[in-house]
């Protein structure tokens, strides 16, 4: 089982970036963006359901950011507007059987994440 994070790069602030993660092997129950900033430890971004229907977000990123299934249930999307220079980070994706958490260790598989810079 691999899962596969892309679409990190560089933005200004105010804009946009859409990151996606490709899950190869399984489908999971739950997945979840995490991300982790220098010298910070790894945060709850988003997560959502297997159909989509149920998603849970951050404080710092609800409004701004929209987490979705794709319709093979084997890809979650992460759009994320209005991009401040806090949310510069490394994102990874992840995915496990548990219900939507924010606990990091709930969830079994990891990628090995991709990175947004955010500058100001």
């Known amino acids: 089982v691999q899962l596969q994070a892309s679409g990190g790069g560089q933005v200004q602030a105010g804009g946009s970036l859409t990151l996606s993660c490709a899950s190869s092997?399984?489908?999971?129950?739950?997945m979840a963006w995490f991300r982790q900033a220098p010298e910070k430890e790894r945060e709850f971004v988003a997560a959502?359901?297997?159909?989509?229907?149920?998603?849970a977000y951050a404080d710092s990123v609800k409004d701004r950011f929209t987490v979705s299934r794709g319709h093979d249930k084997n890809t979650m999307y992460l759009q994320m507007d209005s991009l401040r220079p806090e949310d510069t980070a490394v994102y990874y994706c992840?995915?496990?059987?548990?219900?939507?958490?924010?606990?990091?260790?709930?969830?079994?598989?990891w990628g090995l994440g991709t990175l947004v810079t955010v500058s100001s």
């Open positions: 992840a995915g496990g059987t548990t219900i939507i958490t924010k606990f990091a260790g709930l969830y079994n598989f």
């Open positions: 092997g399984r489908s999971f129950n739950t």
């Open positions: 959502v359901s297997w159909d989509g229907g149920h998603t």
